[in-house]
């Protein structure tokens, strides 16, 4: 008997929970087209395409100061005693250790700049998708780049005029 009565309730709350699960409403976006589209994404892509730019001109400029003092020990060479040629060498190599330093250095700044960057923009694309799925009554977003079959309702449409993107 006792069997019986926890089977009974265990059935009672699966039935429940299937039913709580058919009303839930599901529907998808697919969140990085939605970033890529954003004004902010466009803007922040700029920012970090002029500070690589500024970051490879300045090592450019760098290599070039290293390749001409390579040059003139190459070509002076000869002419020098074996103290100052292992001198110079030894400053060629230490200016090669800068150079390979400061290109490391500039690709974190850049990663870091795009972090600091992305951030605001993900969370103002999750704001809208939140506000947008509360709005249309949708219990569950799900990211649809993740999913095999997406045929449900797709949100990107009216994010994206929530958004006043066009």
């Not at 008997?1 to 709350?13: F, G, R």
């Amino acid at each position: 008997m006792k069997n019986l009565k926890t089977l009974l309730l265990i059935a009672v709350i699966a039935l429940g929970f299937n039913n709580v699960q058919a009303q839930s409403k599901v529907a998808h976006i697919n969140l990085q087209e939605l970033i890529s589209l954003m004004p902010e994404t466009k803007v922040m892509k700029t920012t970090l395409e002029k500070l690589e730019k500024t970051n490879i001109d300045d090592l450019k400029a760098e290599d070039a100061i290293l390749q001409a003092k390579y040059k003139k020990f190459q070509t002076e060479l000869a002419n020098q005693t074996k103290e100052e040629n292992e001198k110079r060498q030894l400053e060629i190599e230490q200016g090669k250790r800068k150079l390979q330093a400061g290109a490391q250095a500039a690709q974190n700044d850049l990663n870091i700049k795009n972090n600091e960057l992305v951030q605001p923009i993900i969370e103002k694309a999750d704001k809208a998708v939140k506000a947008v799925a509360k709005a249309q009554g949708f219990d569950y977003v799900l990211d649809s780049s993740v999913l095999l079959v997406a045929n449900g309702t797709n949100l990107l449409s009216l994010v994206k005029a929530h958004l006043g993107i066009q």
